[in-house]
């Protein structure tokens, strides 16, 4: 069976990372949740060394590139303030899954090809090819971030390294991101999506496991689950 995809709304882009019904809410102010996280892992080292950009960039580059796949608790905070949780499994290239626990309305799939973002309320799915979501920096095969986008900024504070970048593939518009490293380990730890129209996204890490190879049925979409009525119905 083929599959149709459609050009979303505008505001169901965030609706990877948030559900959609929060896009008409006014953007958050996202400083909050990274002061918290600071605060919540103070310890007795100092800070690292000032690292030098193109090397934060490399490396970067080197941590992406290595987690081939990873299992992870997350913390989500959408564009209305909500909180939501879940779990996030990877398995590059193209392979991810978000489940959402708190609440456990939606899931977002990627198969390899496609994502899927599944309304279990609803029982309807919209379907995205990946390279046209936000997605790409954490399912392509090798990152390449000054390659792939267009980097703006890179900053260190503290034990952590924020990378700001812009996404001009992603449809609906140009896409901002922030993705912030443990300075000493480059582990990714949080990153915030800007959508075209300027809402704000933000998925907290917990639990990072880079060695449990996740079930290949989590990568699964239902290609029965009947599309969005706002789109086109697959064929």
């Not at 490399?58 to 939501?84: E, H, K, T, Y």
């Amino acid at each position: 069976m083929a599959r149709r995809f459609r050009r979303p709304a505008l505001l169901l882009l965030p609706a990877l990372f948030a559900a959609a019904a929060f896009a008409q809410q006014a953007p958050l102010d996202l400083t909050a949740p990274a002061v918290a996280a600071q605060k919540s892992g103070k310890s007795s080292k100092a800070a690292p060394a000032p690292i030098p950009a193109d090397e934060a960039v490399q490396r970067a580059n080197a941590w992406l590139d290595a987690a081939r796949v990873m299992s992870a608790d997350f913390v989500q905070i959408g564009p209305n303030g909500r909180r939501s949780e879940g779990t996030l499994s990877v398995a590059r290239p193209g392979r991810m899954r978000f489940e959402f626990t708190d609440p456990p309305r939606l899931e977002v799939v990627a198969d390899g090809r496609s994502v899927a973002i599944v309304d279990k309320k609803l029982n309807t799915q919209d379907e995205y090819f990946i390279a046209q979501t936000p997605l790409k920096f954490l399912l392509s095969d090798h990152i390449d971030l000054a390659r792939d986008t267009h980097l703006l900024n890179i900053s260190q504070e503290g034990k952590t390294i924020t990378i700001e970048l812009e996404d001009r593939a992603t449809l609906g518009g140009t896409a901002h991101l922030s993705l912030v490293f443990d300075a000493s380990t480059f582990a990714l730890k949080q990153w915030t999506v800007i959508d075209a129209q300027g809402f704000q996204t933000v998925v907290t890490l917990f639990n990072v496991d880079l060695t449990t190879n996740p079930d290949p049925a989590l990568f699964h979409i239902d290609e029965n689950l009947p599309a969005n009525q706002l789109g086109n119905h697959r064929r």
